[in-house]
């Protein structure tokens, strides 16, 4: 297991994240444009999957990733919430950093 993408900074992760969920709209984020240090990006459409061919095989990766990365921290998966779903009790194990 290793992630996915590493941005070179804020602003860069954030576009390495919408290469795959889509840039913000009001539907998947609403609220979004009135943030204080909010900064509009290229559009860009959601994809189908993000998750490595071995990774989107295994079913409970992706509900896992996609809970994750939901845009709206409205409705995004808790940390508490990720760790106790069966993703992270399947071998193998985490990567060491």
Same mark, same amino acid.
């Given at each position: 297991?290793?992630?996915?993408?590493?941005?070179?900074?804020? /602003?860069?992760?954030?576009?390495?994240?919408?290469?795959?969920?889509?840039t &913000?709209?009001? +539907?998947?984020?609403?609220?979004? !444009?009135?943030?204080l240090?909010? /900064?509009? =990006?290229?559009?860009?459409?959601?994809? &189908?999957? =993000?998750?490595?061919?071995?990774?989107?095989?295994?079913?409970?990766?992706?509900? /896992?990733?996609?809970?994750? $990365?939901?845009?709206? &921290?409205?409705?995004?998966? !808790?940390?508490?919430?990720? $760790?106790?779903?069966e =993703?992270?009790? +399947?071998?193998?194990?985490?990567?060491?950093?």
């Amino acid at each position: 297991r290793r992630r996915v993408e590493t941005g070179g900074n804020e /602003v860069d992760q954030l576009g390495k994240i919408f290469s795959y969920t889509g840039t &913000p709209t009001p +539907e998947t984020w609403p609220g979004a !444009s009135q943030l204080l240090r909010f /900064v509009e =990006f290229q559009p860009a459409a959601p994809q &189908p999957s =993000f998750l490595p061919p071995a990774a989107e095989a295994r079913t409970s990766a992706g509900p /896992v990733a996609s809970g994750l $990365l939901l845009l709206d &921290p409205a409705r995004r998966m !808790s940390a508490r919430e990720a $760790l106790e779903a069966e =993703f992270f009790a +399947e071998a193998p194990s985490p990567t060491p950093p």
